[in-house]
């Protein structure tokens, strides 16, 4: 959709006969019937009146397309400026240009992220490069016309209230403004994005290029499922082993066969380390290769950050953000827009969407009507907030709702905890989430140690970080001070033990960022992602008292989101509540003590719970 076209000459004419803003603003209400917000309209009068200064230029053909407000399908994005036109060797070019009205921004350590002001605060936000850079991504490899009618995709951004500062235009994000030129405020800037734009419009094309890209079909493009494709090849991380192949070549069937008259759920159930993410990351390149329209969803970032970043091979933002995906995306999506999604994790699904948790009614819901064919894999043992509402029940009724096809699938293969299941089962009786025949463990299968004192856990992680395999955790039992003072230690026990929460600097990256091995992660950061050996610190929430597992939902910090609400649920139902958050705690220690694949070191801070550990284990040694 596209809210405004035209040509060149046009687009100077109604912007010298008339209020640009609303001639804009006519256009938008025809073809949405969306109101729109006055710092929108602003935004319009301020930056078209820009452009249309640049555009000034006889060089610049009058009859070259251009485009306002163009929307990219799969997605709620719209391209602020496009210009289309052919260059002086005829090939088919489109322009795309995001305007910004900003002014001043800073700096910050994260890739593509700086901080300017947006909504009356300051906030972190995406660098305009990016941003554009991005939108091209998205046209490149899901849109078939530019492939199949050799279009070329050329971004900028122009930040036409922004004087030059050594901020916003640093070496910091050169690799950014490389791909996609930033043009800043002044007469010198002005020039040179006329520049840009002469370079690769030469000619006018009566918007034979807007009508292309407009009506191209949305599928991945050749190339984008070929590099896709050719990124798994050597990587043995991803390569299915057992029943995972044997559930893969199930989903792939089901996800080719559905249709919008037949279509299919798919529930895949797998405890930790059963390979449900690598299915996952095979079940999206294959099916993508079949130039079908899949994403990767999760509603934690963690996963989906990290699993692109090791396909790519790089923790930067790559051309392959745009195949993945969070829960909370698919609220405004057209009823079977995808042919396929791949939803992991999907216990961590919530019921609304939004930072505030009030968008959208179900994301469940939302996830199997955007899609012919939704594939979920699934661990109801690791829900580890109230807010977590997918379970096997829910998606089959919301599947039967729809009319779909439901197929199940388990994986048991263990490729975590050293292959032994023995340790899962007695994870499950020793914290008292179910009764299992595993009261005490065999250490020589799994290797599990006890230590006195936090420190000497972490120095023993440490040691054992060899290719960056190896993290410390814990419960969310500390205030997180370094947020606000990044002097400050949040994990403080003892008179020797002060460590910082790894929350703001790696963000999702953080179980694969170098020297995170220094911080503490939590459940927000590690679940559906694994390391060698994972050191975990339990914190007051769970203590033992005379062999009985209790939890304290009060002796988690106050700003914890898992158990958001839980004061106001104790009110109204205190059996439910409390049985709800003895759940979501004991899960938080199972999930974090099954991240290691290779051991799992454990230190307590209520040495009662210490010795009731100890005595789980077959054969005890002190260290």
């Known amino acids: 959709m596209i809210v405004y076209a035209a040509t060149k000459q046009q687009f100077l004419k109604d912007n010298d006969n008339d209020d640009i803003e609303e001639v804009i603003l006519r256009h938008f209400k025809e073809a949405t019937g969306k109101k729109v917000g006055a710092s929108e309209i ?10 249309a200064k640049v555009l000034r230029d006889d060089d610049l053909p009058s009859n070259a397309g251009l485009a306002i407000e163009l929307h990219i399908p799969q997605s709620s994005k719209r391209i602020d400026f496009l210009l289309t036109g052919r260059d002086e060797n005829q090939a088919k070019k489109a322009v795309l240009i995001e305007l910004k009205q900003w002014s001043k921004a800073s700096a910050t350590t994260k890739d593509a992220i700086v901080k300017t002001a947006l909504g009356g605060g300051l906030v972190e936000t995406i660098h305009p490069s990016y941003q554009v850079w991005s939108y091209a991504a998205l046209l490149e490899g899901f849109n078939e016309a530019v492939y199949d009618k050799s279009i070329e995709i050329r971004p900028c951004a122009y930040l036409h209230n922004y004087v030059s500062d050594g901020v916003i235009d640093s070496a910091h994000y050169q690799a950014h403004t490389n791909k996609a030129p930033l043009f800043l405020k002044g007469p010198q ?28 079909k949305i599928r991945p493009s050749k190339a984008l499922a070929e590099a896709l494709t050719g990124l798994m090849d050597g990587k043995p991380e991803f390569v299915l082993i057992d029943d995972q192949k044997e559930v893969f070549e ?6 080719a066969e559905a249709s919008i008259k037949a279509p299919k759920v798919l529930i895949i159930e797998g405890g930790p380390g059963t390979g449900k993410t690598v299915l996952a990351i095979n ?12 994403k990767y969803v999760s509603k934690n970032a963690a996963p989906r950050k990290v699993y692109e970043s090791k396909l790519v091979g790089t923790i930067k933002r790559s051309h392959f953000s745009n195949f993945f995906s969070g829960s909370g995306a698919f609220i405004d999506t057209e009823p079977n827009t995808y042919d396929a999604l791949i939803v992991d994790e999907a216990h961590r699904l919530n019921e609304k969407s939004g930072l505030y948790g009030n968008l959208g009614e179900n994301q469940i819901k939302e996830l199997i009507g955007s899609a012919k064919c939704s594939i979920f894999f699934i661990d109801e043992d690791q ?20 009319g779909a096809t439901v197929e199940e699938y388990s994986l048991s293969s263990q490729f975590r905890c050293s292959g032994s299941d023995g340790y899962l089962a007695w994870l499950d009786d020793v914290l008292a989430i179910r009764p299992t025949a595993n009261p005490l463990l065999d250490t020589s299968e799994y290797e599990f140690k006890m230590f006195d004192t936090p420190q000497a856990m972490h120095a023993a992680i440490e040691q054992k970080n060899h290719g960056n395999k190896a ?42 960022a170098e020297n995170s091995i220094e911080q503490v992660g939590c459940i927000h950061t590690c679940q559906g992602l694994e390391v060698d050996y994972i050191g975990v610190i339990i914190g007051p929430d769970l203590i033992v008292r005379d062999g009985k597992v209790l939890t304290s939902p009060h002796k988690r910090d106050k700003y914890d989101k898992s158990i958001r609400g839980w ?8 059996d439910f509540a409390q049985k709800e958050t003895d759940l979501i705690i004991k899960n938080t220690y199972r999930t974090l003590m099954t991240r290691g694949m290779k051991g799992c070191y454990l230190y307590c801070t209520d040495q009662e719970t210490a010795q009731y550990f100890e005595s789980r284990l077959a054969d005890y040694r002190p260290y």
């Open 42 to 51: 602003r935004s319009w009068q301020g930056s078209l009146t820009y452009m």
């Open 189 to 216: 800037e002005l020039t040179k994005l006329r520049s840009f734009l002469k370079k690769h419009i030469t000619h006018g094309d009566n918007q034979e290029v807007l009508y292309e890209l407009s009506n191209g």
């Open 250 to 255: 199930s989903a792939l069937v089901a996800g």
């Open 283 to 294: 079940l999206l390149v294959r099916l993508t290769a079949l130039k079908l329209m899949s």
């Open 383 to 402: 829900r580890v907030t109230l807010g977590d509402i997918g379970s096997k029940q829910a998606i089959r009724a919301f599947a039967k709702a729809k």
């Open 471 to 512: 993290r410390v955790v814990a419960g969310y039992c500390w205030p997180w001070l370094s947020k606000k003072d990044p002097q400050a230690s949040d994990i403080v026990i003892g008179e020797d033990y002060a460590r910082q929460w790894n929350l703001d600097q790696d963000g999702s990256l953080w179980i694969i």
């Open 567 to 574: 004061k106001k649920l104790m009110k109204e139902r205190p």
